[in-house]
């Protein structure tokens, strides 16, 4: 696993050197929109806490930390009206994951049919 390296994008953004249009925010959690939507809606959800990717997450957050974070991916499908018609949460991890950004986050998608879990 690599070390935490805190001039990644999103280590600004919870900085405010970067601004972004809250979604949700809490004392461990923060959403926001996805810059470059891949669906009608894609929001980001990240911890505010220094952690690489999924696995670094759970291996190392608090339960209080773990907790917050799932129930805002919860909160947010629900304020967001996809509870009904569906959605789907990614969290890319590495390369072989896609993970452009190496501060752990999930992807809610949902707004229109995803299509396949993963084309190759
Ligand atoms: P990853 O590929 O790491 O799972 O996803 C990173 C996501 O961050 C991409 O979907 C990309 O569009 C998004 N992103 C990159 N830079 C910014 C930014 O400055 N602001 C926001 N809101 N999203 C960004």
Known sequence: MPLYDDSNIFAKILRGDIPCQKVLEGPHVLAFPDLYPKAP???????????????????RASEAEITAFWRAVADIAAQAGLKDS??????????????????????ILGGCPLGPMVSR
Do not use: C, M, S, W
């Open 41 to 59: 809606t894609h929001i980001l959800v990240i911890p505010k806490g220094a952690y690489v990717d999924i696995a670094d997450f759970g291996a």
């Open 86 to 107: 569906g959605f789907r949460v990614i969290a890319n991890a590495g390369a072989n994951g896609g993970q452009e950004v190496p501060h752990f986050h999930v992807h």
